[in-house]
């Protein structure tokens, strides 16, 4: 599939000349905010065209195609968040509507994988997820296919780390409390059962004092 975003090498094309003055810092603004805008709707331009390809690829029933495509946007979109975080957090906003939209049919024609990264990713906020990419950049986490759903999962699993802790802590208490519940009961039969045996020991000792 083409190359679906623009780089911001264009950037390093700019350079100042001599010692600068007002009016050429005004003007490579300018030139810096035509470039921005031009990038973003690049990006916009090729985030659609990458949507009708997965479109016509769910109707043709072409799963293999499908998730190649799920995986080139995904790659491309984490490319955008190192040069125009704000691109990309558009572009990404607009594959997470496309994918909500979708679920179903990406499920029963592409599979569960497919369908798992794809609920994975339009579940998580967008800004999220872009901030989880930008924390792992240049981690192991950040390469390889499918990086996004990947942070996805990530943000969402942080998400559940302190349910699940308390849920641990909860099972730990309830255990402790029935294991003491337990000695306590134990306790109580080995005292019953002492006592007992010493009210029979003085009931045994007073018959044979008196030769009963």
Aim: net charge neutral.
């Amino acid at each position: 599939m083409k190359k679906i975003f623009i780089v911001a090498a264009m950037f390093a094309a700019m350079t100042f000349t001599g010692c600068g003055n007002g009016q050429k810092q005004n003007t490579d603004d300018a030139d810096s905010t035509k470039v921005e805008a031009t990038t973003n709707e690049e990006a916009g331009s090729e985030i659609k065209t990458a949507i009708e390809n997965m479109t016509a690829q769910l109707d043709a029933k072409d799963a293999k195609k499908f998730n190649s495509t799920l995986a080139e946007v995904q790659e491309e979109i984490q490319k955008l968040i190192k040069t125009n975080p704000e691109a990309a957090k558009a572009c990404l906003q607009q594959l997470q509507e496309y994918l909500k939209k979708n679920s179903e049919q990406i499920k029963s024609i592409a599979g569960d994988k497919a369908a798992a990264a794809a609920a994975a990713i339009s579940n998580v906020p967008a800004a999220q997820i872009i901030e989880t990419l930008k924390s792992q950049a240049g981690t192991a986490a950040e390469t390889g296919n499918n990086a996004i759903s990947k942070a996805a999962e990530a943000v969402e699993a942080a998400k559940n780390t302190p349910e699940e802790a308390k849920k641990a802590v909860n099972e730990a208490m309830e255990k402790g409390k029935a294991e003491a519940e337990a000695k306590a009961a134990k306790r109580t039969e080995e005292g019953k059962k002492k006592a007992n045996e010493a009210i029979d020991k003085g009931v045994n000792d007073i018959k044979n004092k008196l030769g009963l």
